[in-house]
């Protein structure tokens, strides 16, 4: 989903940027809450994965490339706050050292992919760990449905961008459809990754999954009352 250069007039570009400026600026003080020790190391080994899960792409339409995005992976392992700071600077370097995604489409990528994708992800997540059993089973299907769903909603979202700022003559019905189509394909993908992922860490390291931080909490405190009785 990476946006090339000129793909949206000047004033979207520079709308999706201040969005994207905002929204860093707001998880740099946020993120504080999320960093610890244990969760420093993670973030940079997030944003290495993404890294590389990003680098294999291929072509959607209407001059835009799919691939995995990583963005409710990111929130889920990190936090949400930190996850937009692990994406920025992926979509940073891929924009700038691998012409990955163009400079003055910085903002909207980073909207796109850094914010939408973590938001969606995330507010999926929390909303099925909070219905579901109080288990740390259900955090890897709850970060798999909340990976899958982030990324057909950022495909609309780009559609939506694309209709207000598009600088191609293309029709937006054929753009929606087709977004829609490949980008639900890449959110299974991203789903099943998202869930292997997820799973592997809570499974050896529960205690470095932000998600499961609520559950490993409780289930320590209960084995402190055990040991104590």
């Known amino acids: 989903m990476h946006v090339p250069d000129g793909f949206l007039d000047a004033p979207t570009s520079v709308a999706t940027g201040v969005v994207a400026a905002a929204a860093i600026a707001v998880s740099l003080r946020a993120a504080r809450r999320e960093l610890d020790d244990r969760a420093a190391p993670m973030a940079g080994l997030v944003a290495t994965f993404v890294f590389a899960a990003q680098m294999i792409n291929f072509p959607v339409g209407a001059g835009t490339s799919g691939h ?3 963005g409710a992976l990111a929130a889920v392992l990190v936090g949400p706050w930190t996850a937009v700071l692990c994406l920025s600077v992926v979509l940073l370097v891929q924009g700038l050292l691998m012409a990955d995604g163009g400079i003055t489409a910085l903002g909207t990528n980073i ?3 850094g914010i939408v994708t973590v938001a969606v992800g995330w507010a999926v997540f929390a909303l099925l760990r909070r219905v579901l059993p109080q288990r740390l089973s259900v955090v890897a299907p709850a970060a798999a449905a909340g990976a899958f769903l982030s990324v057909p909603v950022a495909a ?8 207000v700022g598009g600088n191609a003559p293309v029709d937006l019905g054929a753009v929606a459809v087709t977004m829609l189509g490949w980008h639900t394909l890449i959110g299974i993908g991203e789903a099943v990754v998202t869930g292997l992922v997820v799973a ?4 050896t390291r529960p205690d470095l999954v932000h998600g499961a931080r609520p559950l490993t909490a ?3 405190l209960v084995t402190r009352e055990v040991e104590v009785a």
């Open 68 to 70: 995995l995005m990583g």
């Open 111 to 113: 909207t796109l992919i």
């Open 156 to 163: 609309l979202v780009f559609t939506g961008l694309f209709a």
């Open 200 to 203: 592997s860490v809570v499974a």
């Open 218 to 220: 409780e289930r320590e």
